[in-house]
Structure formats: C-alpha cells, structure tokens
C-alpha cells in the first residue's frame, strides 16, 4: 500500500515537469546569442527588406537588456519599409506550428503593421506590437502546413505586405513548435494544401495574447511541488526504517531460538 502511495506521488511530480515542459523549438540560434555582425554574418538568419535604399533601414544586433541571454537584434525603419530577419526551417506536412516572439518597439505608427511574426511571403500574420513599450511584449500566430511543404521561412518583422511602418522594433525569444491543437481566436494562416487529421490531445493552448513577460511559476503550484517532493521523501525513509526494524526484529528472533536450542 505504501509503495503504491510513493509510485502516486512520483507520478505527480513526473505530471508537475511534464506540464511546464516546453515543446521543441525548431530554430536555430532563437535568442541571437550567435550573431556577431549581421551585415557579415552569412549564417542563419538573413535581413531583407522591402526598399533597399541607402538610408532607409538599420539592421543591428545588440546587448544588454535583452529579453533572455545577452544579445537580441534590431530593425531601424527612417523611412516607411517592410524590413525583417528571416530564417528558414524544415517542417512536416500536415502538422501545426505555433509562431510566437518577444518585441520591444519605439515611436512604430499604430495605423498599419507594427512588430510581428510571420511566414515570408503570406500577408497573415501575428498581432502587431506598435507604439513605443517599456517592456518586451509577447505575440504569436498558428500556421498550418500543406500536405507537399516541407519548409518555411519564418520572419521577424517590421511592417508587412501592404503596410510599411516606421520606426523601431526589436526582437528576441523567436519560436516555432508543433502543436495539436489551435486556440479559439487565433491569428490563422495556411501553407499549401493542408488535410486536416485526427491528432492526439495535448495540453490545452492558451489563447493568442499580447501580455507582458510571465512571471515565474505561481507560489501555489511552488508550495505544491515542494510537500510532494517532501512527501515522498518521507513515505521512501518510513519504508526502509521498517523494513530495517524488521530485519534486526527477525535476526534478533533467529539469535534467541539458537541461544535456547544450546
């Protein structure tokens, strides 16, 4: 009975890491970290842009305050463009991708596209960040891939198709993830030809959003962890205490059955 008390409390645990688990990010080098000079740089990332006139736009990368790790990139829009850092990726036909980043925007014109994650080349794309923000804001749309696509170019941008902006954005904490499911109210787009299948549930997605960095895990769920942790510890140190008991009971039994058998 105890043994199967100590088997639940580890499946808890087990559940409790299972849960604030992350799914796989199919980007390489996410958070800039290994990006040293992007007008040089021929490696993940590429900068393009809608005017390519002297002038127009600045690409940077930069330090300090970042939204994790060291370093995030930079678009500088003098003049109305659609500018972005685009990387491309291998995906699977007929699955589901959540695209989601961090921004951080000064003096981007409210009236069109702002700061955003999208596909290069659709006109969809994740609710804009605009304005200027003190702090790095969070913004995410769902893709669906068509059935003979095996790859996408994913974007951080400033501006889009059909809305150029100005000003300045930046980026960091770029993801892509598989997901099963799409949350009600989601900015949607669709990649080729896709079939709709039978997926196995995971956890529910939480709804499209534009909040503030999360802090860390609530109290509660923290209080939770730690009692099922001490918990189990106590029910594994009561199990060997009695079955030590028992053995010294059961030798000290043996040694006084010889001791009146002489």
Not at 2 to 7: E, F, M, P, V
Not at 39 to 55: M, T, V
Not at 170 to 175: A, H, I, K, L
Not at 221 to 249: D, E, H, P, Q, W
Request: net charge neutral.
């Amino acid at each position: 009975m105890k043994k199967n008390i100590l088997l639940i409390h580890l499946f808890i645990i087990l559940a409790f890491f299972a849960e604030f688990a992350g799914s796989e990010n199919l980007l390489d080098d996410s958070s800039f970290e290994d990006i040293r000079d992007i007008s040089k740089d021929k490696g993940l990332w590429r900068i393009l842009a809608f005017n390519q006139d002297p002038g127009t736009s600045e690409f940077r990368v930069e330090t300090g305050d970042a939204h994790t790790g060291k370093k995030y990139v930079t678009i500088i829009n003098h003049k109305e463009n659609h500018t972005r850092f685009v990387q491309r990726i291998g995906v699977q036909g007929g699955e589901i991708y959540r695209l989601s980043c961090w921004a951080r925007t000064e003096n981007v014109e409210t009236k069109t596209k702002g700061a955003n994650i999208t596909e290069e080349g659709i006109l969809e794309h994740s609710p804009s960040v605009s304005g200027t923000t003190k702090d790095w804001v969070y913004t995410e749309m769902y893709i669906r891939i068509g059935i003979d696509i095996d790859t996408i170019a994913v974007a951080v941008s400033l501006g889009g198709y059909y809305g150029t902006n100005t000003g300045k954005a930046s980026f960091d904490d770029v993801t892509v993830e598989e997901v099963n499911e799409i949350p009600r109210g989601a900015v949607i787009a669709t990649k080729g030809d896709f079939i709709e299948k039978k997926r196995g549930k995971k956890k529910e997605e939480q709804p499209v959003r534009i909040v503030k960095e999360p802090g860390p895990v609530s109290v509660p769920v923290f209080i939770a962890l730690i009692l099922a942790l001490a918990s189990a510890a106590f029910i594994t140190g009561r199990i060997v205490y009695i079955n030590l008991v028992k053995k010294k009971l059961l030798k000290k039994k043996e040694s006084e059955k010889e001791e009146s058998e002489q």
